[in-house]
T-cell receptor, first 113, second 113 residues
Framework: DQQVKQNSPSLSVQEGRISILNCDYTNSMFDYFLWYKKYPAEGPTFLISISSIKDKNEDGRFTVFLNKSAKHLSLHIVPSQPGDSAVYFC????????????FGKGTTLSVSS | EPEVTQTPSHQVTQMGQEVILRCVPI?????FYWYRQILGQKVEFLVSFYNNEISEKSEIFDDQFSVERPDGSNFTLKIRSTKLEDSAMYFC???????????FGQGTRLTVV
């Protein structure tokens, strides 16, 4: 049962353009969403998060949008840079003590110069 | 900057042997997690730990797995009798409260031969 889905395994973008990574979820109890970036042989690194009371959160080049009615969130990176090339994971959690972060399968972003 | 540290970085063990993976979470964090990532697959939740007890576990976390926080700083994952399919990267994570990001360690690569 895949509660968090990233349906695009890979995305290729040119440097300077916008990267849009998508994530869908099925559990309506999720109320906190995060994006992580991961390089090979390293642990996931936190990028940006959003609470379910918001529909947008921005941090520099990274913006996360949340559409609760569609159970969909997206990460926009603009402008994309070659150093952004990595695997991006969407994660979600519910508002309970100690609850797990449930991860999607990840999208590999390749930014070419 | 505080970080989650994991030791060893790489562990090779024979099938059937016990292994203990060690983690030092960020000192003021209250929630602790173990995740694993089999090569080429998604990051999978194993267990969460809060207030000195397991708060949630996945179906992967069967009787051969156990966790401990023996001394208030270390957080360990024990696999009692390793199987070939336990070969994976194991990530420890911690977070300070529920609706905050989890910080991940660099991982331990477990190879069962």
């Amino acid at each position: 049962d895949q509660q968090v889905k990233q349906n695009s395994p890979s995305l290729s973008v040119q440097e300077g353009r916008i990267s849009i990574l998508n994530c869908d979820y099925t559990n309506s109890m999720f109320d906190y969403f995060l994006w992580y970036k991961k390089y090979p042989a390293e642990g996931p690194t936190f990028l940006i998060s959003i609470s379910s009371i918001k529909d947008k959160n921005e941090d520099g080049r990274f913006t996360v949008f949340l559409n609760k009615s569609a159970k969909h969130l997206s990460l926009h990176i603009v402008p994309s840079q070659p150093g952004d090339s990595a695997v991006y994971f969407c994660a979600a959690s519910t508002n309970q003590a100690g609850t797990a972060l449930i991860f999607g399968k990840g999208t590999t972003l390749s930014v070419s110069s | 900057e505080p970080e989650v540290t994991q030791t060893p970085s790489h562990q090779v063990t024979q099938m059937g042997q016990e292994v203990i993976l060690r983690c030092v979470p960020i000192s003021n964090h209250l929630y602790f997690y173990w995740y694993r990532q089999i090569l080429g697959q998604k990051v999978e939740f194993l267990v969460s730990f809060y207030n000195n007890e397991i708060s949630e576990k996945s179906e992967i976390f069967d009787d051969q797995f156990s966790v401990e926080r023996p001394d208030g700083s270390n957080f360990t994952l024990k696999i009692r009798s390793t199987k070939l399919e336990d070969s994976a990267m194991y990530f420890c994570a911690s977070r300070s409260s529920r609706n905050t990001e989890a910080f991940f360690g660099q991982g331990t690569r477990l190879t069962v031969v």
